[in-house]
């Protein structure tokens, strides 16, 4: 199989289906910068430690290196999500349950943003993998259940892990600084959230770009006649390809997720925000290690409610809460049947 870029140029330019595929995949590296991102940085915005634009700004590039450096250092998210599906040997076929599941993605996540609603990329793309895949194999044949548990793992490591980390931070922080007085903690702690803040947003990179470089890798494979990637290196072009969009994804913002995170569920102050950022940073690094594909929103959302029951759980706003975990639960079951009949409707249309 041809992974250089000129390789990739061609058959964009020659194949109508690998052009839509390509295009598709690239939307929704975007969407996950714009609606995604916001989540690192609502900490240190809602604290006034930076202005939300150049906030943005940073996010976008931190988001950047996070994608390039962390895949050429440690690819084992891409690895998982590419064999977490088996699409079937008719890879015609399969290129076009790839594209059903990425739209599925695009309209999703879309209409979730709209109204200011934190939503789980990662879980919107497992889902619309799985949806697809069960389309086009006819049942639950096509999913890899090794790998999928892996997204299990990771539910139960965002949450728990994340809740705890953010506990612990915030507990340590509050005994190691209770001496200090305020207005100098303040500053310090002002520039420490723009840094946990920087972790943060490399971290998300690392951990939702891999997952679509996993994607656009497996449908390159697809349009070379080969039903998977198994073996085979990602190419540093395709890193820096999916790290640029992810990027300028991200500079177009999402001011009302930030509201949504950082404002309306817990009251920060900033050793809090940067005991959120630090702690998220960790869970994410964590599990991109160990190939576990987690959800950034969820990571940073347990480790800003750990941090808001070190002082008090009435601190925390559970009615956003809950609204946030109605919808991580739809997003599975709702992500999943619009890929689902996508997939029908493409094969049967194409």
């Known amino acids: 199989m041809d992974v250089s870029f000129l390789g990739f140029w061609q058959q964009v330019t020659q194949s109508p289906v690998v052009a839509v595929t390509t295009l598709l995949t690239l939307g929704v590296i975007f969407v996950n910068g714009w609606t995604d991102a916001p989540n690192a940085i609502a900490t240190c915005v809602t604290t006034r430690c930076l202005r939300p634009r150049t906030a943005i700004w940073m996010s976008a590039l931190f988001n950047f290196l996070g994608v390039f450096i962390m895949t050429q250092i440690n690819s084992a998210v891409a690895s998982t999500i590419s064999n977490m599906v088996d699409f079937g040997s008719n890879t015609h076929e399969a290129l076009i349950a790839l594209c059903a599941a990425?739209?599925?993605?695009?309209?999703?996540?879309?209409?979730?943003?709209?109204?200011?609603?934190?939503?789980?990329?990662?879980?919107?793309?497992?889902?619309?993998?799985?949806?697809?895949?069960?389309?086009?194999?006819?049942?639950?044949?096509?999913?890899?259940?090794?790998?999928?548990?892996?997204?299990?793992?990771?539910?139960?490591?965002?949450?728990?892990?994340?809740?705890?980390?953010?506990?612990?931070?915030?507990?340590?922080?509050?005994?190691?600084?209770?001496?200090?007085?305020?207005?100098?903690?303040?500053?310090?702690?002002?520039?420490?959230?723009?840094?946990?803040?920087?972790?943060?947003?490399?971290?998300?990179?690392?951990?939702?770009?891999?997952?679509?470089?996993?994607?656009?890798?497996?449908?390159?494979?697809?349009?070379?006649?080969?039903?998977?990637?198994?073996?085979?290196?990602?190419?540093?072009?395709?890193?820096?390809?999916?790290?640029?969009?992810?990027?300028?994804?991200?500079?177009?913002?999402?001011?009302?997720?930030?509201?949504?995170?950082?404002?309306?569920?817990?009251?920060?102050?900033?050793?809090?925000?940067?005991?959120?950022?630090?702690?998220?940073?960790?869970?994410?690094?964590l599990s991109s290690v160990f190939g576990i594909p987690v959800s950034t929103t969820h990571t940073k959302t347990s480790a800003i409610m750990g941090v808001g029951a070190v002082k008090r759980l009435s601190a925390i706003n559970f009615g956003v809460v809950k609204d946030m975990m109605l919808t991580w639960i739809f997003t599975f079951p709702g992500c999943g049947l619009i890929s689902f009949v996508m997939a029908k409707l493409f094969m049967y249309i194409f």
């Open 102 to 285: 990425l739209l599925s993605i695009v309209v999703y996540s879309v209409a979730a943003s709209i109204f200011g609603i934190p939503t789980s990329e990662s879980h919107s793309l497992i889902a619309g993998l799985t949806g697809a895949a069960i389309a086009i194999q006819q049942g639950i044949g096509g999913i890899n259940g090794a790998e999928w548990v892996k997204v299990l793992y990771g539910l139960v490591l965002s949450l728990i892990l994340g809740f705890a980390s953010g506990w612990v931070v915030c507990k340590l922080l509050t005994i190691i600084c209770r001496n200090l007085e305020r207005r100098r903690a303040d500053r310090f702690f002002a520039g420490a959230q723009i840094v946990g803040a920087a972790a943060m947003s490399f971290m998300h990179g690392a951990q939702d770009g891999q997952k679509f470089i996993g994607v656009l890798f497996l449908g390159l494979a697809f349009s070379h006649g080969q039903s998977s990637v198994t073996g085979m290196l990602i190419p540093v072009w395709l890193m820096l390809l999916c790290s640029v969009v992810m990027g300028l994804g991200t500079s177009v913002g999402g001011e009302k997720i930030i509201k949504s995170v950082g404002m309306d569920m817990v009251k920060l102050e900033r050793y809090q925000g940067f005991s959120a950022d630090l702690a998220g940073a960790f869970c994410l690094l």
